[in-house]
């Protein structure tokens, strides 16, 4: 069954970095549509950015712009979302999500807990 487990999150200070993994198992992974969202407290779920299929192109909200990085390794069917310049504001639970293009095929992980504090 298919299965994204992310890892990576933690507490740091502002203007500090994190990397965070998802890992990816039970689907072809090289075929779907990866993104990382995150959710605040008391706030709707929003999309942090995507990394396509093909040619490894990516797009991200403006609020991340700059700061933060999405990658692949289709070879250990993973994706990765390096966060610099962090901010309080990007204090939230973090999810891992795969998506077939042209399906309904969805899937979530659990989540990793990222805080920004000093």
């Known amino acids: 069954q298919a299965q994204l487990v992310e890892s990576g999150g933690g507490l740091v200070q502002p203007g500090g970095s994190l990397r965070l993994s998802c890992a990816a198992s039970?689907?072809?992974?090289?075929?779907?549509?990866m993104s990382w969202y995150r959710q605040a407290p008391g706030k709707e779920r929003d999309l942090v950015g995507t990394?396509?299929?093909?040619?490894?192109?990516?797009n991200y909200a403006d609020s991340v712009k700059g700061r933060f990085t999405i990658s692949r390794d289709n070879a250990k069917n993973t994706v990765y979302l390096q966060m610099n310049s962090l901010k309080p504001e990007d204090t939230a639970l973090y999810y891992c999500?795969?998506?077939?293009?042209?399906?309904?095929?969805?899937?979530w992980g659990q989540g990793t807990q990222v805080t920004v504090s000093s």
């Open positions: 039970g689907f072809t992974f090289s075929i779907y549509v």
């Open positions: 990394i396509f299929t093909t040619g490894g192109g990516t």
């Open positions: 999500n795969a998506k077939r293009p042209l399906s309904n095929w969805n899937y």
